[in-house]
């Protein structure tokens, strides 16, 4: 895992690249204290899995920054970072291009949690008040709703959904080996708080894996995820 951090408060900057050397042996990071600090090191070497950018560092003009980086690197993972996630810029961000807008405030397990899972091909953004995803989240999957815990609505699916999801086969559905598990613990009724307790997750990340697979199943909710998974024969292990 190669990471490139740009963050111009030195004592982040190091107290995060202590705690992914901590908890990520082999894990290779570079730093920048800046913006045009991290243009030149890119220009030498943009090989990496991901770069971690501080959205209110000089040199990065609101999303300008981002922008820039995405014109000279269209391929490059790139999540933004900052002490506080406006609707409105973090929405902004992903419509550029981004893979993920990371709190700081997010606990250092919670953060290589989100970081894995932006590597892993899937998107993360902060819940609002309401414990929601941004509202770019649902832009992109116009077809998700309700994904919260046993009980909640959204949980039974009408005739005309049923028969409008396309029939698909296990070998269709590619899940990754987390996405496995929550959906293991999902067929057993498990709410998110119990999954995350189970798996050792923070439960922001279940919820996101939750809507992965409710995407790759495409159903609409977390009891339709349960209910296609036995019809399709899935289990643990498949």
């Given at each position: 895992?190669?990471?490139?951090?740009?963050?111009?408060?030195?004592?982040?900057?190091?107290?995060?690249?202590?705690?992914?050397?901590?908890?990520?042996?082999g894990?290779?990071?570079?730093?920048?204290?800046?913006?045009?600090?991290a243009?030149?090191?890119?220009?030498?070497?943009?090989?990496?899995?991901?770069?971690?950018?501080?959205?209110?560092?000089?040199?990065?003009?609101?999303?300008?920054?981002?922008?820039?980086?995405?014109?000279?690197?269209?391929?490059?993972?790139?999540?933004?970072?900052?002490?506080?996630?406006?609707?409105?810029d973090?929405?902004?961000?992903?419509?550029?291009?981004?893979?993920?807008?990371?709190?700081?405030?997010?606990?250092?397990?919670?953060?290589?949690?989100?970081?894995?899972?932006?590597?892993?091909?899937?998107?993360?953004?902060?819940?609002?008040e309401?414990?929601?995803?941004?509202p770019?989240?649902?832009?992109?999957?116009?077809?998700?709703?309700?994904?919260?815990?046993?009980?909640e609505?959204?949980?039974?699916?009408?005739?005309?959904?049923?028969?409008?999801?396309q029939?698909?086969?296990?070998?269709?559905?590619?899940?990754?080996?987390?996405?496995?598990?929550?959906?293991?613990?999902?067929m057993?009724?498990?709410?998110?708080?119990?999954?995350?307790?189970?798996?050792?997750?923070?439960?922001?990340?279940?919820k996101?894996?939750?809507r992965?697979?409710?995407?790759?199943?495409?159903?609409?909710?977390?009891t339709q995820?349960?209910?296609?998974?036995?019809?399709?024969?899935?289990?643990?292990?498949?």
């Open positions: 895992m190669r990471i490139l951090l740009v963050d111009d408060h030195t004592l982040f900057r190091d107290a995060l690249v202590q705690y992914l050397e901590r908890a990520e042996p894990i290779e990071l570079a730093v920048a204290k800046d913006f045009y600090e243009e030149i090191i890119l220009s030498k070497n943009s090989q990496y899995d991901l770069v971690l950018l501080d959205f209110r560092m000089p040199g990065m003009n609101g999303h300008e920054g981002l922008r820039k980086l995405k014109a000279v690197y269209p391929d490059l993972r790139i999540a933004l970072m900052s002490g506080v996630a406006e609707p409105n973090v929405s902004a961000a992903m419509d550029i291009g981004a893979v993920g807008y990371f709190p700081k405030t997010l606990s250092g397990k919670a953060l290589l949690q989100a970081i894995q899972l932006v590597l892993s091909g899937q998107r993360f953004m902060p819940l609002d309401n414990n929601r995803m941004m770019s989240y649902y832009s992109d999957h116009p077809n998700e709703a309700d994904v919260g815990g046993p009980g609505a959204g949980g039974t699916e009408d005739g005309d959904s049923k028969r409008a999801r029939v698909r086969t296990t070998n269709d559905i590619k899940l990754t080996p987390r996405e496995n598990e929550v959906l293991t613990y999902l057993r009724g498990a709410s998110n708080k119990e999954i995350a307790r189970n798996l050792d997750l923070q439960e922001v990340t279940v996101l894996h939750v992965g697979i409710c995407r790759k199943l495409n159903v609409k909710n977390r995820a349960a209910m296609h998974a036995r019809e399709l024969g899935l289990a643990a292990g498949h």
